[in-house]
């Protein structure tokens, strides 16, 4: 159908002109459903899990966690024809001036995409293998809880693909929104509370990141990040104060995702509030979200601003890991919730060091060479801590336990204790837990080569202080149990199935990386974008 328009004409007579395309054909776009098909996946999985909730009978919904682990372990596999070519890239716009190749597209697998959608939906695997004991033992809601799981995750897969700043902040919400619903399943009072406080810090940073992503649309006409960055560099200098404050407060957003400080005080309160796999959940694919869309608006739509943000985020980085092993060294062994309470805190510290490699690649000549060192350290710490948490749950049952309930674990569960052992010294970087050491190492060098050397001893005291809690915890697995007995009943009985399948799958994807730390840089290895 051709469209008119009138306008003016020097005789005072209308002119009729065409607003017809040319070749209407050019307007259709074919999806590649390879491509997106890791994301779509979890989604579709979402939708079964929802319509057959309401269909079968209560006695039969165990069968909603099977149908989850199924959908995810399907996404996983989705991934494999996307590996060893060239990016594949859908949604392109072909009207976007000032980029090439993928730049004016929406949606791009390419490898650096791959590597952090395998963390988010390998970490959503295993927190519903997780999930499915505790949502028997804690009475959860089946049907929600499941269908909230792999909306998350559907969002937490999306993210890193995504390639233009609308896609990235509905890909964020998308992956957060069900998160405070998860939070809030738990009805022992701490779980709406949790989930509140989460819930208000997130809607909080959300908005200060809309307002900035809008400061940015304006300096530099465009939302695809490979054209902001070209806008950004020929901005007019009356626009130039309007762009840089639009980065600074796009950046809030992912900092919150990342629990980076001051955006960090959600953290113990929220795990601690939160069914124990959601907790694991958050700690590993949340902070890997959030980590992906930094990277991204960092080192593509902001690379102009190179030496500005690539400051702010070693400050940050620094003052994370600071804050987050002080308030590590500040937790109490004998109180309920400690167990909980220490992992929080720990992943706050851990996420300074996660921070490190992004700092640097604001003064490497090309930012992507640094990400590197940051999706290592994202995948080990991934497996580490996701394990952890499985046998906080296998021993305390719920977040109520306390560092000291873990005494004399390996007089009554050794296979238990020596897994918790192995995870811990993963965290903090020591022999046997060579993959803890090496991504330090791998994360330690970034900061070197990028001439920030202050960093890097900021980052090797605070690894020497946070020795200090893993090495505690380690130590009362194998020192005497009390008299009195501290282990719930819990610990007592044989382990569920699902939580010895978790345990097991964590476990040896430690050893065999710590066996063999090069298979982490080869997945990761080579130029991200």
């Not at 674990?409 to 060579?434: D, E, H, K, M, S």
């Not at 190492?441 to 020795?467: E, H, P, Q, Y």
Request: aromatic content about 8%; charged content about 10%.
């Amino acid at each position: 159908m051709t469209g008119t328009a009138l306008g003016p004409h020097p005789t005072g007579q209308p002119t009729v002109t065409s607003l017809a395309v040319a070749d209407p054909g050019s307007l259709i776009q074919s999806v590649d459903w390879v491509a997106i098909a890791p994301p779509l996946i979890a989604a579709l999985a979402a939708l079964a899990v929802l319509i057959t909730d309401l269909f079968l009978p209560e006695r039969h919904k165990k069968l909603l966690g099977g149908l989850t682990v199924a959908g995810l372990a399907l996404a996983l596999l989705a991934l494999l024809p996307l590996t060893g070519g060239s990016p594949r890239a859908t949604f392109c716009a072909q009207n976007v001036a000032g980029v090439t190749g993928n730049a004016g597209c929406s949606y791009v697998a390419d490898h650096f995409a791959l590597v952090f959608q395998l963390l988010a939906l390998g970490g959503a695997l295993v927190a519903a293998l997780l999930s499915t004991h505790t949502v028997e033992h804690e009475g959860l809601p089946r049907g929600e809880y499941w269908f909230l799981l792999l909306s998350s995750a559907t969002g937490a897969a999306l993210l890193p693909a995504s390639r233009d700043l609308a896609t990235l902040v509905i890909a964020l919400e998308v992956a957060s929104l069900p998160a405070f619903a998860l939070v809030a399943l738990r009805r022992d009072g701490r779980g709406a509370e949790a989930a509140l406080k989460f819930f208000v810090s997130s809607v909080t940073a959300t908005a200060v990141m809309l307002l900035g992503v809008g400061f940015v649309y304006a300096a530099s006409g465009s939302l695809h990040l490979g054209a902001v960055a070209e806008g950004l560099a020929h901005a007019p200098a009356q626009l130039k104060p309007l762009a840089e404050a639009g980065a600074v407060l796009t950046l809030v957003g992912f900092a919150f995702k990342v629990a980076a400080v001051p955006f960090h005080f959600w953290v113990p309160d929220t795990y601690v509030g939160a069914p124990l796999p959601v907790a694991g959940y958050l700690s590993v694919v949340g902070k890997a979200a959030g980590l992906s869309g930094l990277a991204l608006v960092t080192t593509i739509a902001f690379r102009p601003y190179a030496h500005t943000w690539g400051l702010v985020l070693a400050v940050l980085a620094a003052v994370t890991m600071t804050a987050g092993n002080v308030g590590a060294l500040r937790q109490r062994f004998d109180t309920r919730y400690s167990a909980v309470r220490l992992l929080a805190w720990s992943s706050v510290g851990q996420a300074g060091y996660l921070l490190v490699p992004l700092a640097a690649a604001g003064y490497a000549p090309s930012g992507a060479d640094q990400l590197g060192a940051t999706a290592a350290y994202a995948l080990i710490y991934g497996v580490v801590n996701l394990g952890a948490f499985g046998v906080v749950a296998a021993v305390g049952g719920r977040a109520g336990a306390s560092v000291d309930d873990f005494r004399g674990l390996f007089a009554r569960r050794r296979w238990t204790a020596l897994a918790l052992a192995f995870f811990l010294l993963c965290l903090a970087g020591l022999p046997p837990g060579v993959i803890g050491l090496f991504g330090k190492v791998v994360v330690f060098r970034s900061a070197v080569d990028a001439g920030l050397g202050w960093l890097a001893v900021v980052m090797a005291a605070n690894v020497v202080v946070a020795l200090y809690y893993y090495l505690l915890w380690t130590a009362r697995l194998f020192a005497p149990a009390r008299p009195e007995g501290a282990v719930t009943a819990v610990a007592e009985r044989r382990l569920p199935a699902s939580l010895a399948a978790t345990l097991g799958l964590t476990a040896t994807a430690a050893v065999v990386l710590s066996a063999a730390p090069q298979l982490v840089l080869q997945v990761v290895g080579g130029t991200l974008f």
